[in-house]
């Protein structure tokens, strides 16, 4: 079995950048061919896919906000990390990390993956 824990600032002040992290825990070698994604849901709308990065280090954005994304990973640590540039009000939502093989590549239905975290609340206020 694999766990995923998102975990970062619940709130983040307009223009800053969002950074989250999420943390892999469990079984390796059934993961060793994953994807590993950011998805967030906005309140009151549908799940929209940020990005992924393979366990080769190959990242790919969502192009409506890809000059604004970045995912890198720490092996050691077994951790990948969001970060999310000149953040906005808009940017407010539950963020979730997710992982899954190259099916799973830029679904925003949590199910079309094998494993994912509880989502955690990020708020951009001032």
């Known amino acids: 079995q694999v766990q995923l824990q998102e975990s970062g600032p619940g709130l983040v002040k307009p223009s800053q950048t969002l950074s989250l992290t999420c943390t892999v825990s469990?079984?390796?070698?059934?993961?060793?061919?994953?994807?590993w994604s950011w998805i967030r849901q906005p309140p009151g709308k549908g799940m929209e896919w940020i990005g992924y990065?393979?366990?080769?280090?190959?990242?790919y954005y969502n192009p409506l906000i890809n000059d604004r994304t970045s995912i890198s990973r720490d092996t050691a640590k077994n951790q990948f990390t969001l970060q999310l540039s000149s953040v906005t009000p808009e940017d407010t939502a539950v963020y979730y990390c997710?992982?899954?093989?190259?099916?799973?590549?830029?679904?925003?239905?949590?199910?079309?993956?094998?494993?994912w975290g509880p989502g955690t609340q990020v708020t951009v206020s001032s």
């Open positions: 997710a992982s899954g093989d190259a099916d799973s590549i830029g679904r925003t239905d949590l199910n079309e993956y094998d494993y």
């Open positions: 469990g079984d390796s070698d059934t993961t060793k061919y994953y994807f």
């Open positions: 990065i393979s366990n080769s280090g190959s990242t």
